[in-house]
């Protein structure tokens, strides 16, 4: 479904640009199941790894529609920003959400209903039909539709009683647009705790109804209550664009949480070489899928082919830091430059590695994408304060 190229991207982006006004608003809700999913764009594996941007999706549709009939569409590209933006104000919670996965994990190990409910769910068989249908077709496909996703996780948490993170990280392991913010805080989102109190509840006639009769689930929870939520911890501030300029020796580090690299040639940098870091394995402390991992990798191939005669010699793919290091040594490197890694796995592994690059006399630089650096500050409340800027920021990238 999900081919890992740039070119696929722009493809499907092409196809459906024209479905994305008011046909979408009206059909977006509505999951016809899998391989079926003509009403939705199957955009997000593309976005998540910025093989194409947010900015050519909201050009091109905006280029076949009005700001009006193609609200809905560009409110969901801007949540995905968002996300990320909140996330990236208070990383602590992502730090919150792998602790609590640590501690859910444990209960994996030592209370055997907990192992065996958690095992039927990922497995797909607890009973539940739809619950099943939609665990096969995550892992058989690397997607579920952005509804499916909803009901999944609202019958994890409030009528198996599983803890969340369990769920998220299924979600992380499977899914080939698995992203740390939209995903953290989609969970948190259904279990009551980023609208802190409000929850998510899966209904069976709103399922019958948007799967059109393909699902009437029996025996799901009629109430969702609130998970406990000691609040949101203080906000940070948005990481800055730094004004690069290249000096010395530069190599570039490609890697798999963004891979728009244009940025990182708006100073002039002529670099000597490029090596490729491959970040989401690091997504769960579980083994992540073949799927996922395959998407990534060949996302990245395809990067790096297509800007092979700008970015030096090829000092191969990793999966750890000892070979990145290596290859900075071997090429008497003085910078690395890399596209800002996003909180989670990937600013982790950045974090690391600009430690162990300062005793070498290397410096790492991380060039944040300008659309993030318009669009991460302003995510400080809810949603809906910040969907206030969006025509000004379209305004703001001439669109
Ligand atoms: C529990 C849960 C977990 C989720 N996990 C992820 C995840 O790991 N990665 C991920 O990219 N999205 C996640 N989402 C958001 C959303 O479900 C997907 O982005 C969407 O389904 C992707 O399919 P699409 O490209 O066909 O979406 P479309 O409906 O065609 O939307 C276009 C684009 O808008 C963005 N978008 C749409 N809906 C949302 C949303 N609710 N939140 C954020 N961005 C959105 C995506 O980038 C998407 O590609 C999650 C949602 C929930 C409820």
Request: charged share 25%; glycine share 8%; proline share 6%.
């Amino acid at each position: 479904m999900f081919f890992p190229s740039r070119n696929k991207g722009l493809e499907r982006l092409k196809a459906f640009a024209p479905h994305s006004g008011r046909e979408y608003a009206r059909l977006r809700n509505y999951d016809l199941g899998q391989g079926r999913h003509a009403h939705v764009s199957g955009l997000s594996p593309y976005l998540r790894h910025r093989l194409i941007s947010e900015e050519e999706v909201l050009r091109t549709v905006l280029s076949h529609h009005s700001r009006s009939s193609a609200e809905k569409f560009v409110h969901e590209v801007f949540w995905r920003s968002y996300w990320k933006g909140w996330l990236e104000l208070r990383p602590k919670v992502w730090a919150q959400y792998r602790a609590g996965l640590a501690r859910a994990l444990n209960r994996t190990k030592t209370e055997s209903g907990v192992r065996r409910q958690w095992e039927d769910a990922c497995r797909g068989e607890t009973g539940i039909d739809c619950f099943d249908h939609w665990a096969k077709e995550l892992r058989a496909t690397g997607y579920l539709h952005n509804h499916a996703r909803m009901w999944f996780a609202s019958i994890w948490i409030h009528t198996l009683n599983l803890p969340w993170e369990l769920g998220a990280d299924f979600f992380l392991r499977h899914l080939l647009d698995g992203d740390p913010a939209s995903n953290t805080l989609g969970w948190r989102w259904v279990g009551g705790l980023q609208t802190i109190g409000k929850t998510y509840l899966a209904r069976p006639e709103n399922i019958r109804q948007y799967t059109k009769n393909r699902f009437y689930p029996k025996g799901l929870a009629g109430t969702a209550q609130p998970l406990y939520s000691d609040g949101h911890p203080p906000r940070g501030q948005a990481p800055q664009n730094i004004d690069w300029r290249p000096s010395g020796r530069v190599g570039v580090l490609v890697h798999d949480d963004d891979l728009n690299l244009k940025p990182l040639f708006k100073s002039g940098a002529c670099p000597v070489s490029f090596t490729r870091l491959l970040t989401c394995e690091q997504r769960s402390p579980l083994a992540i899928s073949e799927d996922v991992i395959g998407f990534a990798k060949n996302a990245l191939e395809d990067t790096a082919n297509r800007w092979a005669e700008r970015i030096g010699e090829d000092g191969g793919l990793h999966t750890t830091l000892d070979p990145i290091l290596s290859w900075a040594k071997n090429y008497e490197l003085d910078q690395v430059v890399t596209s800002y890694g996003s909180t989670g796995p990937a600013k982790e592994v950045l974090d690391d590695l600009e430690t162990r690059l300062l005793p070498l006399n290397i410096s790492l630089v991380r060039v944040v994408n300008p659309y993030d650096s318009m669009t991460w500050p302003r995510a400080t409340h809810g949603f809906f304060r910040f969907k206030d800027n969006i025509p000004a920021f379209l305004d703001e990238m001439g669109i």
